[in-house]
């Protein structure tokens, strides 16, 4: 079993930066994660995937936060960040760590975080 748990959401003001980080935990847990990333779901509105790293370092980003955000991991640490740069209202949404044994992350991860509140103010 794996345990993903984020931390680092907070109110920004548009423009600002903030760094989510998630750190990963369990039993086995070398063997059983290959694909990382975030998702996010902001009120009203269906849960989408923002950024992915798979074990060899390979990222994929939204169109949406493409140049703005960038995903990384630390594989000893077992722990994926994510920096969010140029910040906009629009980036407002609960924030999920995802991971799966795969080393692609799709709809629907093995496991997921409890989520992070972002919020841009205008």
């Known amino acids: 079993q794996v345990q993903l748990v984020e931390s680092g959401g907070d109110l920004v003001q548009a423009g600002g930066s903030l760094r989510l980080s998630c750190v990963a935990s369990?039993?086995?847990?070398?063997?059983?994660?290959?694909?990382m990333g975030w998702y996010r779901q902001a009120p009203g509105k269906q849960r989408e995937r923002v950024a992915t790293i798979n074990s060899g370092g390979r990222t994929n980003y939204a169109g949406s936060v493409k140049g703005r955000f960038t995903i990384s991991r630390d594989n000893a640490k077992n722990t994926v960040h994510l920096q969010m740069n140029s910040l906009k209202p629009e980036d407002t949404a609960v924030y999920y760590c995802?991971?799966?044994?795969?080393?692609?992350?799709?709809?629907?991860?093995?496991?997921w975080g409890q989520g992070t509140q972002v919020t841009v103010s205008s």
């Open positions: 995802a991971a799966d044994s795969s080393n692609v992350l799709g709809s629907k991860p093995d496991y």
């Open positions: 369990g039993t086995g847990i070398i063997f059983s994660i290959n694909a």
